[in-house]
């Protein structure tokens, strides 16, 4: 099951890529939330084969999370892999320059179910798909709202 979105933002490309991979801004907003996020490592800067453990409730069970940044090609690429029990996921951000002042951002994730459980999570997730999908563009739009306001 796939979601992606885009968006045009009005800013450049270098501060775009330092919104999106400030790690610990999305740290602390997930902390708000009530998820427990650790890093696996002690990285002062971002890198590939950062990672994270994430701990959250969802549908009143608590659900384990492993995240890894898989590649880190500043100012145009992250990419993420997630593993849950039964489920792998990919993350994409992409950014392309369309002029000086203003940067394409492209997300999009990717989720693979890699067991029967793991399948029966993702067909129950596939029923509210277009619920699900508008919440993730929202997500994203509201991100880019705040890259933008943060660049003037």
């Known amino acids: ?6 968006e ?3 800013a450049p490309i270098d501060h775009v ?3 999106v991979s400030d790690f610990r801004v999305f740290e602390r907003a997930a902390l708000r939330r009530g998820v427990a996020v650790d890093r696996m490592e002690t990285l002062t800067h971002p890198d590939a084969e950062m990672g994270w453990t994430i701990n959250f409730t969802y549908r009143k069970k608590p659900r384990q999370i492993s995240a890894e940044l898989v590649r880190y090609d500043p100012p145009n690429v992250l990419m993420f892999e997630s593993y849950a029990p039964g489920i792998t996921a990919l993350g994409l951000i992409e950014l392309v ?4 002042q203003r940067t ?3 997300m999009s ?3 693979r179910p890699t067991s029967i459980g793991g399948r029966l999570t993702i067909q129950s997730l596939k029923l509210t798909k277009t619920k699900l999908n508008q ?3 929202n997500r994203v739009a509201k991100l880019s709202d705040q890259i933008e306001s943060s660049a003037t």
Request: aromatic fraction near 12%.
């Open 1 to 6: 099951m796939k979601f992606s979105t885009r």
């Open 8 to 10: 045009d933002i009005a």
């Open 17 to 19: 890529f330092r919104a």
């Open 97 to 100: 320059a369309l002029s000086r």
């Open 104 to 106: 394409r951002l492209s």
């Open 109 to 111: 994730v990717d989720m």
């Open 135 to 137: 919440k993730f563009k």
